[in-house]
């Protein structure tokens, strides 16, 4: 069952397993529990041309602060998680994996991999999720 949390809604994550989708534009993060997985999205403020600033590989116009904002709830969407797998088709994955070097140590200890995926279907993220989730499982 994939559930759909409202754009820029806070909510507690309650299971071990997570993987986050992310780009300039959203963060789709998706629970996996034992026989299902969840999913919300956490929505980048929008953009607009006034005094913004170009950054990223996807040419978007951003003000530094929108993002800093974006990925402070971003991560606090995702406390409580036990192992987190970050994936996207741009620079916004890397950029929120120092975002968490730089302010949340906790949460950037739980993270698992990141990796390079496009726009991937929510099956194709699940498989890539559970080799990971497997992997950290033997590395334990």
Not at 67 to 75: G, M, P, S
């Amino acid at each position: 069952m994939m559930v759909s949390a409202p754009a820029g809604a806070y909510r507690a994550v309650m299971t071990n397993h997570v993987a986050v989708w992310i780009d300039h534009r959203e963060a789709r993060v998706i629970e996996f529990h034992p026989d299902s997985a969840g999913e919300s999205t956490v929505s980048a403020p929008p953009h607009n041309d006034h005094h913004k600033h170009t950054r990223g590989q996807e040419g978007l116009k951003e003000h530094p602060e929108d993002v800093k904002r974006f990925f402070h709830q971003l991560a606090s969407t995702l406390q409580g998680v036990e192992e987190l797998l970050i994936v996207g088709p741009g620079s916004a994955k890397l950029e929120f994996s120092r975002y968490l070097h730089t302010h949340d140590r906790l949460l950037e200890a739980k993270v698992i991999g990141i990796e390079t995926v496009d726009h991937p279907s929510d099956a194709q993220v699940a498989a890539l999720a559970k080799t990971h989730f497997k992997k950290a499982a033997r590395m334990a």
